[in-house]
């Protein structure tokens, strides 16, 4: 493991935390265009982070270390995937931690910390927020695994780095049955694992139709700036997962040059606006779906998975 290694998991660190929340702001933009309004600009949601640090932080009274660990829970679970799997290069120095189910696992156990604090605070609307959480994510979690683990089976590897670098070997693999497949339930799970419409609205405060924001009405100050900015994080990151997992193209390889770090940067931050800007565009066409029909949503997503699986292996050789 050389130098520009450790350079390249650092680089990739420093683009998540410094860009997720300018993703957010290009999203908002791109639905304030759709919708005939000026917006508040890119940059707003780092200047609303700002103004959550100077507030004053209340603790409910009543709650417990839960409450007040579960943003930090949260933030350092989404650090620790952005940090091992390919985001800006291959082969960064916690590749060998970058196992499907290690990832997926993390992202539980951030979703869990969350759902905890909302059932901390003793309130009905954070139960209410922590029951559809966790609800949902007994459906995405599962699929998740099943939609990466078939495209693991082609590679012979569940691990992400060893994926992304089979898929530039060979391309043909992704734009198949299976891949196609997997996909698509990705991307369904993808809109409930970061509570966007039609499963979740960002931006209501409907007591009830909230699932996210039901769970973080009681947090304030640094805590919500931290919780805001680890769900911008956790957008971002898988985002970038889907993107190079699918059209890994121009991420840098195993101890990469500068030249070939500044293009990986570039190249996955144009994957991921792209997709950004496509998901806030479809979310202003779509409207948000009933409680009771998000699990049959997330089902046929999974069944999706399953056929994915199904597919790679009966196709693979």
């Known amino acids: 493991m050389t130098a520009m290694a450790f350079v390249a998991g650092a ?4 683009t998540v935390m410094a860009g997720a929340p300018l993703l957010v ?3 908002r933009q791109v639905r304030a265009a ?7 600009g890119v940059g707003q949601p780092w200047r609303d982070l700002r103004k959550q640090l100077g507030k004053q932080q209340i603790t409910p009274q009543g709650t417990t270390v839960v409450f007040a660990a579960a943003p930090a829970v949260l933030a350092g679970t989404t650090l620790l995937i952005a940090a091992v799997i390919p985001i800006v290069a291959t082969g960064s120095p916690l590749d060998p931690a970058a196992d499907l189910f290690a ?21 009905a609307f954070g139960g209410m927020g922590a029951s559809r959480e966790i609800t949902i994510a007994a459906l995405v979690e599962p699929t998740i695994l099943l939609a990466v683990f078939a495209l693991s089976i082609p590679a012979g590897s569940a691990n992400l780095g060893a994926l992304v670098a089979n898929t530039l070997q060979h391309p043909g693999q992704v734009a198949s049955l299976t891949g196609l497949l997997a996909f698509v339930a990705l991307a369904v799970v993808i809109l409930a694992e970061t509570g966007r419409l ?12 909230m699932v996210h924001e039901a769970m973080v009405l009681e947090y304030s100050g640094p805590r919500l700036a931290l919780i805001e900015w680890a769900s911008a994080m956790r957008l971002t990151v898988l985002l970038a997962l889907v993107a190079n997992l699918f059209v890994p193209w121009g991420i840098a390889e195993a101890n990469p040059t500068a030249v070939e770090l500044l293009l990986g940067i570039g190249a996955i931050a144009a994957k991921v606006v ?7 565009t479809m979310e202003v066409f779509i ?23 199904t597919s790679a292996n009966f196709f693979t050789v």
Not at 34 to 40: D, I, K, L, Q
Not at 198 to 209: F, M, R
Not at 288 to 304: D, I, M, N, Q
């Open 11 to 14: 680089a990739q660190l420093v």
């Open 25 to 27: 702001g290009v999203m």
């Open 34 to 40: 759709w919708e005939g309004r000026a917006g508040a």
């Open 103 to 123: 990832v997926v696992g993390l992202l539980f156990v951030g979703t869990v910390a969350l759902s905890l604090a909302g059932i901390d605070t003793g309130t």
């Open 198 to 209: 039609p499963v979740d609205n960002p931006a209501t405060h409907l007591e009830l139709t």
């Open 274 to 280: 792209v997709l950004a800007v496509t998901l806030a």
């Open 287 to 309: 409207a948000k779906l009933r409680l009771f029909r998000v699990p049959e949503l997330l089902a046929g997503s999974f069944l999706l998975a399953l056929l994915a699986v």
